[in-house]
């Protein structure tokens, strides 16, 4: 039976977030790899509804020191030559998932539909890039009219008019459309928001706009804007808690498979065993090393 390494863990795990999937395959990669002790320290996944970054795992450098043998006793007692760091991972279960998304308001003196949401860094640089890829010269080309939503100050059930709701959603159909320069601004957003890696559930592992750790070398991790043949929008009328409006950027085109998956357990032991021998690796693995180093 594998060996857990949960109990050098002071973090509670999450507790199973069951109305959302995107939030149970997180909770499940945290639990999966806190259980081989690559987990850093102080780290748990964001709540539903959060945001930040969705998994951290200490890896291997393996663009350093990759000549250099492993003396036993030395790896056993110091770690050997190898070094590490904390690495930011984004998390999607499909391709069919949104990848960065911003709400939209309706300006009434400019007759112009405009990018809102809140002011966190990784938010505002997202707004940046859709604007800089003329995100909102589509939207406004393709959405003609004045919604209703924005003459009210709430958009909740009890305060918007059922047939201000039912007209927006009427005029303002979800609509699709790839788009040159996205799958760029969406690496750019993920590396803005520390996070160098992608792991898509069905996919596999990639990186974004640099491969640090030298994944690509070791493992054929690929580029995620080479493996991606189109990206573009969506933006469409979305109900929830309220009735709003939002945009996101999409994969519209094929995914080319990595060689490499965080879900494969096989994978996963390799970059413990890996992460276990570096001299800055984590309390759990240094625990660990003792016994199997």
Excluded at 249 to 276: C, Q, W
């Amino acid at each position: 039976m594998e060996e857990t390494l949960t109990q050098y863990y002071d973090e509670e795990m999450p507790r199973p977030e069951v109305r959302n999937t995107g939030v149970l395959y997180e909770q499940y990669m945290y639990s999966f790899y806190r259980d081989r002790g690559l987990i850093p320290a102080g780290f748990t996944p964001p709540k539903m509804g959060g945001h930040g970054i969705d998994l951290k795992l200490f890896i291997k450098n393996y663009l350093v020191n990759r000549s250099v043998k492993r003396i036993a006793n030395i790896a056993t007692l110091g770690g050997g030559e190898d070094i590490g760091s904390t690495q930011g991972i984004e998390l999607k279960l499909s391709p069919e998932d949104d990848y960065g998304s911003s709400a939209l308001s309706y300006q009434y003196s400019t007759k112009k539909w405009i990018l809102t949401g809140n002011m966190t860094t990784e938010s505002v640089e997202n707004r940046k890039l859709l604007t800089a890829a003329n995100v909102m010269q589509v939207i406004n080309e393709k959405w003609k009219g004045e919604p209703k939503r924005f003459r009210y100050k709430s958009g909740t059930p009890t305060t918007l008019p059922n047939e201000a709701k039912q007209y927006d959603i009427n005029n303002f159909p979800e609509i699709i459309v790839p788009m040159n320069g996205i799958s760029s601004a969406c690496s750019n957003y993920y590396t803005a928001k520390e996070c160098n890696y992608i792991n898509i559930s069905s996919h596999g592992l990639y990186y974004f706009n640099k491969d640090p750790m030298g994944l690509s070398v070791t493992y054929g991790v690929r580029k995620f804007s080479s493996s991606v043949s189109q990206m573009g929008i969506r933006f469409r009328p979305k109900m929830g808690g309220s009735f709003g409006f939002s945009v996101a950027m999409k994969i519209t085109g094929n995914v080319t498979p990595s060689p490499v998956n965080l879900n494969d357990p096989v994978f996963a032991n390799e970059l413990r065993d890996d992460a276990m021998m570096c001299r800055n690796t984590t309390f759990a693995l240094k625990e660990y090393r003792k016994r199997h180093g």
